[in-house]
């Protein structure tokens, strides 16, 4: 009996053993679109927006000729979009602190953003035309807005992807006090 237990003790410190150095060897996580190649981190936009497109060329399911044509193209469309986003402000004020006049000009400049894509896609929708039929241009021009996929997949969206836990104003906003000292407090109901 006590060499049964013996046995059996060195064998589990043995297994475990193992499985700690095997943990330690585990290689890097890649990309499963790269596996054994280099990492995401390490990809340029280009080579991004390169295999973007060649995504979306497969799931157009386009022939040889369409394919170039539509990757050329898409590749275009998708720099275009890039440049309709403003480029990133070196110093970020808290959304606490903001004045009146900051908050009205970021309203407008995000309605600026997105008339810049709006014109975008309407430009690019006449170039996809001569290429696509309709149900592949919408595959193109659907733009999926967070939790989308789940409400596809019939499941609820994660409410971290929103910025919320529970009722919109329970969580305040990253680096604020849980009031702002100087916004007026709504009355409350009774």
């Given at each position: 009996m006590k060499t049964t237990r013996?046995?059996?003790?060195l064998i589990l410190a043995a297994c475990l053993g193992c499985g700690s150095m095997m943990a330690q060897n585990a290689p890097q996580k890649t990309c499963p679109a790269k596996a054994g190649k280099e990492n995401c981190a390490k990809m340029t936009p280009e080579q991004r927006m390169d295999m973007q497109a060649t995504r979306m060329g497969k799931q157009l399911m386009l022939d040889d000729s369409k394919l170039a044509q539509f990757t050329t193209l898409y590749k275009e469309y998708l720099t275009a979009l890039k440049d309709c986003r403003p480029a990133p402000e070196g110093e970020k004020v808290k959304p606490c602190e903001r004045t009146d006049a900051q908050i009205q000009q970021e309203i407008e400049k995000g309605f600026e953003m997105r008339q810049k894509v709006l014109d975008t896609q309407k430009k690019y929708y006449n170039s996809f035309k001569k290429i696509l039929n309709a149900r592949q241009l919408e595959k193109v021009f659907r733009m999926d807005r967070p939790g989308q996929m789940h409400k596809r997949m019939g499941q609820k969206p994660c409410p971290m992807m929103h910025g919320k836990m529970g009722q919109p104003g329970q969580m305040?906003?990253?680096?604020?006090?849980?009031?702002?000292p100087a916004a007026p407090q709504a009355p409350q109901g009774k």
């Open positions: 013996l046995f059996s003790t305040p906003a990253p680096g604020c006090p849980n009031q702002c």
